[in-house]
């Protein structure tokens, strides 16, 4: 079974084909700049799994439709051919970020799935509608005889309890608004705990589970169920990120609105794309620029990976609390699978555990799955190279081989 994983954002459509038969990607890509400017100025890359490469530039792409023809090419035609038709595709995977309280679980794309994931857009204005975008172009494209399933990334953290999700806003309005913790990065969580439990031989874990990229959370899951995650109703809650602010003190935020005579809008800019490493170092929100002005002597830019580090330990901290001990912990996605010395320094402040990190395996560790503590380690220490688009290649194999 061949399975197409879609990811679609406002303006790029990433794309994986999988053999799941052997679990493996045969090809990948990515359109971007959909519908900027005067649509002339998409871009295209892909490659395969046999080492074959491509780039084209300055493409056609008004919307998604005219993106998918164009993955449809790549994949049966030119140099990067991988398929003789596109009916060797099985099924097709969605990843959709919201789910909101409409969907705690994949499912097969009807129109009842499509009406919630609209119903949804307000908690995912730049990504639900995209989504959707994305799946009707598939429908267009293969029709309704070849299975579409969305896997939500607020799925797997459904399992929280109440006691972790419910805000301290009035009750009502919890309950009118569906105004809650939902989470983010579930996809990945769900993957990483799975092979963290792989490596252990057991399920009996309590795990911290730290998805740390330009967009980053930490996630408390204890025998696979999900206890408690840093992203709030949104993706910007928990601790700072690349350009998010992470969890702010309410009263600062309308405090700088009165100041500032922001919009809602505008403040949501400002906290979303303007904030964190970016806005405190002043710099930039990518990991090699602020490495570059560190070694410059660049004291904003030293700042912002300080405090960015400090809350991660703080999250981890209060995660170990949450779940009345650890027998785990996970570090994954860009920055932590390719920083040793961010994994380091976060658990050099956590040796009161009888943690031991084995510094050779730890610093020839790049995005790799490795277990990077020493055997005498109290708690286990992992570097998992992630995978969502397998995970959701996983589920929607699942969901196709039960009908």
Avoid at 65 to 81: I, S, W
Avoid at 299 to 312: G, P, V
Avoid at 349 to 360: A, M, T, V
Wanted: hydrophobic letters at 35%.
């Amino acid at each position: 079974m061949k399975i197409l994983v879609v990811n679609c954002g406002s303006s790029s459509l990433k794309y994986q084909l999988i053999d799941m038969e052997n679990e493996q990607c045969i090809a990948k890509g990515v359109c971007e700049k959909i519908g900027v400017g005067s649509g002339n100025e998409g871009l295209m890359k892909g490659s395969t799994a046999d080492g074959r490469k491509f780039e084209k530039e300055n493409m056609p792409m008004v919307d998604h439709t005219q993106a998918f023809g164009y993955v449809k090419d790549a994949l049966c035609d030119g140099d990067c051919k991988v398929l003789d038709d596109i009916s060797e595709i099985s099924a097709i995977g969605h990843r959709v970020v919201q789910g909101g309280w409409l969907f705690n679980k994949a499912e097969l794309v009807d129109q009842k799935v499509i009406d919630g994931i609209a119903e949804l857009c307000d908690l995912a204005p730049l990504h639900n509608p995209a989504h959707i975008q994305g799946i009707n172009c598939c429908l267009e494209l293969f029709g309704k005889d070849v299975p579409e399933v969305c896997v939500f990334d607020n799925a797997y953290h459904s399992t929280m309890p109440d006691e972790a999700k419910i805000f301290g806003v009035p009750y009502e309005l919890t309950q009118k608004y569906h105004c809650i913790r939902y989470g983010a990065h579930g996809t990945s969580h769900k993957y990483i705990a799975g092979e963290v439990a792989r490596l252990m031989g057991k399920e009996d874990i309590k795990l911290v589970s730290c998805h740390i990229g330009n967009g980053a959370s930490i996630t408390a899951i204890e025998n696979g169920i999900v206890k408690d995650t840093s992203m709030g109703l949104t993706p910007l809650d928990g601790f700072i990120m690349g350009t998010r602010s992470g969890g702010v003190d309410p009263s600062a935020v309308t405090y700088l609105q009165e100041k500032e005579g922001w919009t809602p809008k505008e403040t949501s800019e400002i906290l979303n794309k303007k904030s964190g490493v970016l806005g405190i170092s002043g710099v930039s929100s990518d990991e090699r620029d602020i490495n570059a002005a560190i070694k410059e002597g660049n004291e904003r830019a030293l700042l912002s990976r300080k405090i960015q580090r400090y809350q991660i330990r703080k999250f981890i901290g209060s995660y170990i609390a949450a779940l009345n001990g650890v027998d785990a912990i996970a570090f994954a996605a860009g920055i932590a699978e390719n920083t040793p010395t961010l994994r380091k320094d976060v658990c050099e402040n956590l040796s009161y555990l009888g943690i031991k990190i084995d510094d050779e395996i730890n610093n020839s560790t790049f995005g790799e799955t490795k277990k990077i503590s020493t055997d005498d380690s109290k708690v286990a220490v992992f570097v998992i190279a992630t995978n969502e688009e397998l995970m959701i290649a996983r589920e929607t194999k699942a969901i196709v081989d039960s009908l």
